[in-house]
């Protein structure tokens, strides 16, 4: 089968680093994805790691051990708008992507 | 710059009716996929296509949905005869196609079936 696996939820305080890890299990695999989703809005990409090591984007960095299937996304210097859901997704066969159950992030002041 | 174009953003049906979700892809985007997401969960996939074709449906029910992106005109979804199972989040994202290109997202479809 095919899965995925974040933790359920992590707290944090702004200003704080969190990482968010991603562990996967797929038939096929193209790269890693991250995608972050607000309450009641759409998925906005993230990054997205095919190869092994780390992806800075300003205050997120993306990691990926393919040796490993093991992924994780970094958030630095914490805000609250990055209260969100984070879900990490494989590419596979196709062109599809399969998601993980995703991680409630809450950041609080 | 239009994004990812879907309507209606929210959809009430009663059980047995037919629901139409449209998706407009993004400005040069020939690839289309559809997911569903229930509630407090990941999103899953059900269907990737291109224009006139249907490249993978392996995450289609067998029964009640169908999709389609015809030559001109938005990409549908459609599901007949609904049941409250059915209640989701449908959302649509395009990409240029191929392993490298990232999907991006419309603002999605909440379907409420009564």
């Known amino acids: 089968g095919q899965s995925l696996e974040q933790p359920s939820e992590v707290t944090a305080v702004e200003g704080a680093i969190v990482q968010i890890n991603c562990t996967y299990q797929t038939s096929g695999f193209y790269g890693l994805s991250w995608y972050q989703q607000h309450d009641g809005g759409a998925p906005t990409f993230l990054s997205y790691n095919a190869l092994d090591g780390l992806e800075e984007t300003g205050r997120f960095s993306s990691f990926l051990s393919r040796s490993d299937s093991y992924g994780y996304l970094l958030l630095q210097e914490l805000q609250m708008k990055d209260s969100a859901s984070y879900f990490c997704?494989?590419?596979?066969?196709?062109?599809?992507?399969?998601f993980g159950t995703g991680t409630r992030l809450q950041v609080f002041p | 710059n239009a994004g990812v174009m879907q309507n209606p953003r929210h959809l009430v049906r009663r059980r047995g009716q037919e629901a139409r979700l449209r998706c407009s892809p993004m400005k040069g985007h020939s690839h289309v996929y559809w997911y569903r997401q229930l509630p407090e969960e990941g999103l899953k996939f059900m269907v990737y296509l291109q224009k006139e074709n249907i490249i993978d449906e392996s995450g289609m029910p067998k029964e009640r949905f169908s999709a389609e992106f015809p030559k001109e005109g938005p990409s549908i979804l459609r599901i007949q005869q609904v049941v409250r199972g059915d209640s989701a989040a449908y959302f649509c994202?395009?990409?240029?196609?191929?392993?490298?290109?990232?999907?991006?997202f419309g603002p999605g479809t909440r379907l409420l079936v009564l």
């Open positions: 997704a494989v590419r596979a066969g196709t062109d599809k992507l399969i």
């Open positions: 994202a395009s990409s240029r196609g191929g392993a490298e290109e990232t999907q991006y």
